[in-house]
């Protein structure tokens, strides 16, 4: 509801209402999340309720397995849920149109909504006619939130150009490339791109701040677990 207003907000310029409006629904995220946290948090929460905090996590994939079992069983609509997480689910339409994606989606949704009880309610959100899948919770996207809009947004989710302890050169590279990637949708150019990049590296034309990153120390010690992506 809240994110519905948000759209309408956007779609009238009213700049200060969108802001307001999301952080409206973050905060209504956050107490959502947090009351989940309260009781999944075992002995050490304020009001561990491990049976109530398995229900919620369970009936999500429930509502989550059925909604793929639904989409990938429509022939019509040829489609293949390629990611899905918590509430949400990715459904690949190959080789078809953005204005066919729009169709086909709120069909879906329609389809989705209508299968469930209410309140329980699936939303087309957006269309990426471009995307990559990374990992769980890591992925990029070339953004269309309406059939009439001209020009896509780069929606970065968990990548290292939004990653706070990720340095210059990686968030550089990556938007770089990434921006490449979906203008052109051809890889020998983004291949280019990051070879030229690297040569500014080796001919110190990239400023030294850009190889700087920050990373929470905790208890004054670093953790040898793991490794650098970069």
Same mark, same amino acid.
């Given at each position: 509801?809240?994110?519905?207003?948000?759209?309408?907000?956007?779609?009238?310029?009213?700049?200060? /209402? !969108? &802001? #307001?409006?999301?952080?409206?629904? $973050?905060?209504? %995220?956050?107490?959502?999340?947090?009351?989940?946290?309260?009781?999944?948090?075992?002995?050490?929460?304020?009001?561990?309720?491990?049976?109530?905090?398995?229900?919620?996590?369970?009936?999500?994939?429930?509502?989550?397995?059925?909604?793929?079992?639904?989409?990938?069983?429509?022939?019509?609509?040829?489609?293949?849920?390629?990611?899905?997480?918590?509430?949400?689910?990715?459904?690949?339409?190959?080789?078809?149109?953005?204005?066919?994606?729009?169709?086909?989606?709120?069909?879906?949704?329609?389809?989705?909504?209508?299968?469930?009880?209410?309140?329980?309610?699936?939303? /087309? !959100? &957006? #269309?990426?006619?471009?995307?990559? $899948?990374?990992? %769980?919770?890591?992925?990029?996207?070339?953004?269309?939130?309406?059939?009439?809009?001209?020009?896509?947004?780069?929606?970065?989710?968990?990548?290292?150009?939004?990653?706070?302890?990720?340095?210059?050169?990686?968030?550089?590279?990556?938007?770089?490339?990434?921006?490449?990637?979906?203008?052109?949708?051809?890889?020998?150019?983004?291949?280019?791109?990051?070879?030229?990049?690297?040569?500014?590296?080796?001919?110190?034309?990239?400023?030294?701040?850009?190889?700087?990153?920050?990373?929470?120390?905790?208890?004054?010690?670093?953790?040898?677990?793991?490794?650098?992506?970069?």
């Amino acid at each position: 509801m809240v994110k519905k207003s948000m759209k309408a907000a956007k779609e009238s310029n009213q700049e200060r /209402l !969108e &802001k #307001v409006l999301n952080a409206r629904q $973050l905060a209504l %995220k956050m107490i959502s999340n947090v009351t989940y946290g309260y009781t999944a948090a075992g002995f050490s929460g304020r009001m561990p309720c491990a049976q109530l905090a398995d229900t919620i996590v369970q009936t999500g994939r429930c509502t989550l397995e059925a909604a793929v079992r639904l989409i990938e069983g429509r022939k019509d609509w040829n489609a293949s849920v390629v990611y899905g997480d918590t509430d949400s689910v990715f459904v690949l339409l190959k080789g078809r149109s953005k204005a066919e994606a729009f169709r086909i989606g709120q069909e879906i949704a329609d389809a989705v909504t209508a299968s469930n009880p209410k309140p329980v309610t699936l939303k /087309l !959100e &957006k #269309v990426y006619m471009g995307c990559v $899948l990374v990992s %769980k919770k890591r992925y990029v996207g070339y953004k269309y939130e309406s059939p009439t809009q001209e020009v896509g947004v780069i929606e970065p989710k968990g990548i290292e150009t939004v990653r706070r302890d990720s340095c210059g050169v990686v968030q550089n590279a990556m938007q770089a490339s990434l921006r490449t990637l979906f203008a052109s949708c051809d890889l020998s150019k983004v291949k280019m791109g990051l070879e030229k990049y690297w040569l500014q590296i080796l001919e110190n034309r990239v400023p030294l701040k850009d190889f700087v990153f920050a990373k929470e120390v905790r208890l004054g010690t670093y953790s040898n677990r793991g490794s650098r992506e970069h």
